[in-house]
């Protein structure tokens, strides 16, 4: 499956297994887990990081305003299907999201850099123009989902239907109905247990 750093900080949001939802980036450590865990995809929108350096409060709180309009927009493209049932009462309107995204991308101007060593394809990378880590990560990610708001994947954004599940995910082929087989099981077993309730 493709990584989509987009789809990740939207994940960060998911069923606890408890008939809840729980919030990966709820503190800073949670954070700093996450980008961890997600340095490599990271790295093109924001250069190297210093984890634990870039993880505190304000990052946090602004990764998650981010990850607001990320999930909002989410919604917005798996219309006319329903939105996740995480974000049912929380939505943006489609336009706050959008600005949030833009605002949030410019905060570090970036141009174009192009690379081309003997014996290799030419690459394409971006230069920041500000050092500040924070701004680099928070404004890397919203590029992220710029990218993929308006790429391809978008087109097969589904928000995940099983029971408790709030995921969305990328559909990789078309009878694709869940995020992960796990979902699908659990929408069976539910399936099964209301036919068997409407018997009785």
């Given at each position: ?14 069923h606890d297994g408890n008939g809840g ?35 505190d409060e304000r990052t946090r709180r ?41 605002e949030t991308a410019a905060a570090v ?92």
């Amino acid at each position: 499956m493709e990584q989509h750093l987009a789809l990740a900080l939207a994940g960060t949001i998911r069923h606890d297994g408890n008939g809840g939802v729980a919030d990966d980036l709820d503190g800073v450590t949670g954070l700093a887990t996450w980008l961890r865990e997600n340095a490599t995809p990271l790295r093109p929108y924001a250069g190297d990081l210093d984890v634990p350096g870039v993880a505190d409060e304000r990052t946090r709180r602004e990764v998650v305003a981010l990850r607001r309009a990320v999930r909002s927009l989410f919604a917005q493209a798996v219309r006319p299907g329903p939105p996740s049932r995480a974000d049912s009462a929380s939505l943006l309107s489609p336009q706050e999201a959008v600005d949030r995204i833009n605002e949030t991308a410019a905060a570090v101007p970036v141009s174009p850099v192009l690379t081309w060593a003997p014996d290799a394809a030419p690459t394409l990378g971006w230069r920041g123009g500000a050092t500040d880590a924070r701004l680099r990560l928070v404004a890397g990610l919203a590029r992220a989902a710029a990218e993929f708001i308006t790429g391809p994947a978008r087109e097969r954004l589904r928000a995940c239907p099983a029971p408790r599940c709030v995921r969305y995910f990328v559909q990789e082929h078309p009878r694709q109905a869940w995020c992960k087989p796990s979902c699908g099981n659990r929408a069976r077993v539910a399936r099964h247990y209301q036919r068997q309730t409407a018997d009785r």
